[in-house]
């Protein structure tokens, strides 16, 4: 079974998480994308959040939260690993680049429909994050 690894930013506002969805997608994820050969987590991140969102993650403010997997959405064959990080970015997130839409929403109970790594396993962590400390680990 093929395996991506991609880094994830979890950005949350009021307890909602931002999600993004690409242009010609159905699925909604946590912005990030794959980790290139020779790069870093917190590299990729930095481009992806350039490239999605406009917004610059501010590099020391990056930490590791957790690592989610789950088979990609519509794809029997492939595992998408999520390492997930919270972090501070300078800016106003708005879709850019390959990004159809973004949309803020509670962890608890998405409205739109979600990856499986994020509906099944990210949101859920989130939610729990909420419930038994009042935040979420996204919030610096």
Known sequence: MKRII????????????????SR????????????EPGESDIDALIREVQEELAVTLVPDS???????????AGRIDVLVEVRLYNGT??????A????AELVWQ????????????????????????LSEQGRTPCQP
């Open 6 to 21: 991609k880094a994830g930013l979890c950005l949350m506002r009021d307890g909602q998480v931002l999600l993004a969805r």
């Open 24 to 35: 010609g997608d159905t699925h909604f994820q946590i912005p990030g994308g794959k980790i």
């Open 62 to 72: 990056a930490a590791h939260m957790a690592i989610f997997e789950a088979k990609a």
């Open 89 to 94: 970015v300078d800016g106003i997130p708005q």
């Open 96 to 99: 850019s680049s390959e990004i």
């Open 106 to 129: 509670s962890p608890a109970a998405p409205t739109v429909p979600c990856s499986d790594v994020v509906r099944l396993h990210i949101l859920p962590y989130l939610a729990r994050c």
